[in-house]
């Protein structure tokens, strides 16, 4: 009996705990059998009815977007799309920058950070820092004896002007052949060592701050340094900051991440790869980040979306030349114009005789999409002796095809003297457009909506749509 009461209890327990769940996070809607809660509508909806957004929406309006956003997802699972390798990779790859960044703890981040401080420590073998000044003349590889001596001698009488009184700097940035230093007075910046060559290292480090020393020559050319300070390194809570920036900037947090991921494949034994390893941290951190866990869920919705709208609708109405001139055709007082337009191609040659024979070439060839490789073929194989610019034109876009066509002249109008021969090849306009493709872009974008919203249709029939309005009315009032 005490056995039994127990059981009662726990499972009185779970029931309690979904109760509690359902009232804090009821269910807006049932799509094909799967519930959404409200906190995922509230994510979507919010994330996308900001106060930067134009076309705002309120609830009841959203409802039937997200229901349609939901629709072409369960089209898209029904097809597999998420089973396409294409798709798995790129989804991925798009959680995947969420989630690596995750795993790489304050820790890690520290022990790299100090691990770079203490080999720079290191490599000063118990120097310190200097910071010496240079001014430079070249003498160039295998260069002639009189190069050579041209050279010497410059050094030399630079080096006389300054033990005469002039200031480093000053010489420096008017006479040093090192551009990158003779701007800054010939400093080259703080060093340590193994950062220059072996002789002007071993030099500079024998000087006094504010010593010069005698030119020396290097593989390079001759060099006059001069020490302008020396210091240790500084603490590693003084320059841990500045290394951190440093190390960040240098992906120090995607070389953690692949590590770890590493780290954890390998301590399976074998038993785990490096990609089911991440699709387990990604269950993890979405477990305990409700945020994360819907923008996981956009990245894996919203692509299988875009490619069953793809699939399905955008591609096909794209290609279907026949069905996009009957649409245009029943649409065609939509395409209207309120002002001339001029369909064509404006034409720069290098002569007035090439260009008759592009116009020539151009009136041959009526299918006006293949003009553009028509000209490269025939005139442009080999070097651009025609400038070709193809689309719709209205009065006030170009110049020269307002003087040539709109006859509209304001001002002497300016060619390209490497191209001043100038014409025009193509239709006027004056009412609207004659064909499909004269406004190809609009109405390639007005068709593929129509499809679009007849697959929507279809969906709402094809699968079941329970909308919840008590659960509806509590979005963001809870």
């Not at 705990?17 to 269910?27: G, T, Y």
């Not at 089209?75 to 989804?91: C, G, I, M, P, R």
Request: charged content about 25%; glycine content about 4%.
């Amino acid at each position: 009996m005490r056995r039994n009461y127990y059981l009662f209890s726990f499972l009185f327990s779970l029931l309690s705990l979904s109760a509690f769940a359902q009232e804090n996070d009821p269910i807006v809607m049932r799509i094909n059998g799967k519930n959404v809660p409200r906190s995922e509508f509230e994510y979507h909806f919010n994330k996308n009815n900001t106060d930067e957004v134009i076309d705002r929406k309120s609830v009841d309006e959203y409802v039937e977007l997200f229901i349609n956003y939901k629709l072409k997802v369960e089209a898209a699972l029904d097809a597999k799309l998420d089973t396409l390798s294409s798709y798995q990779q790129e989804f991925r790859s798009y959680r995947d920058q969420q989630i690596r960044p995750l795993m790489v703890t304050p820790e890690a981040e520290e022990a790299e950070v100090r691990a770079y401080y203490e080999n720079m420590l290191s490599q000063l073998e118990g120097k310190q820092l200097i910071q010496p000044a240079h001014i430079f003349v070249r003498v160039p590889q295998q260069s002639s004896a009189d190069q050579q001596a041209a050279a010497k001698a410059r050094i030399d009488s630079i080096y006389s002007v300054i033990i005469g009184g002039q200031d480093f700097a000053e010489v420096a940035a008017r006479t040093s052949e090192d551009p990158s230093t003779a701007q800054r007075g010939g400093i080259i910046g703080w060093i340590g060592p193994h950062q220059l060559l072996k002789e002007i290292e071993d030099a500079a480090y024998a000087l006094q701050v504010g010593e010069m020393g005698q030119p020396l020559q290097s593989t390079v050319g001759w060099h006059i340094l001069k020490l302008m300070d020396q210091k240790p390194l500084e603490p590693y809570d003084t320059l841990a900051p500045r290394i951190r920036t440093f190390l960040e900037a240098r992906g120090m947090r995607d070389r953690i991440a692949d590590t770890m991921v590493d780290s954890l494949a390998k301590a399976s034994g074998g038993q785990k790869t490096v990609q089911q390893v991440l699709d387990e941290q990604a269950e993890h951190f979405a477990a305990q980040d409700q945020e994360l866990k819907y923008l996981i869920q956009e990245y894996h919705d919203g692509l299988l979306l875009y490619e069953i709208c793809q699939r399905q609708v955008w591609e096909p109405a794209a290609k279907d030349t026949a069905a996009l001139e009957s649409y245009f055709k029943k649409n065609k007082k939509a395409y209207a114009f309120d002002k001339p337009h001029y369909t064509g191609a404006l034409l720069q040659a290098q002569s007035p005789a090439l260009l008759k024979q592009v116009q020539k070439a151009l009136k041959k060839q009526k299918d006006e999409s293949r003009w553009a490789d028509l000209v490269k073929t025939l005139f442009n194989k080999d070097s651009v002796q025609v400038r070709f610019e193809r689309r719709m034109f209205t009065q006030g876009d170009n110049a020269l095809v307002d003087s040539l066509v709109f006859k509209v002249r304001q001002g002497k109008t300016k060619l390209n003297p490497r191209y001043p021969a100038v014409g025009v090849q193509g239709r006027m306009l004056k009412k609207g457009p004659a064909y499909w493709y004269d406004v190809s872009s609009q109405v390639v974008a007005d068709y593929q909506a129509l499809k679009e919203q007849e697959f929507v249709e279809e969906l709402r029939r094809r699968y079941k749509v329970e909308v919840f309005k008590d659960a509806i009315a509590t979005v963001n009032k809870h």
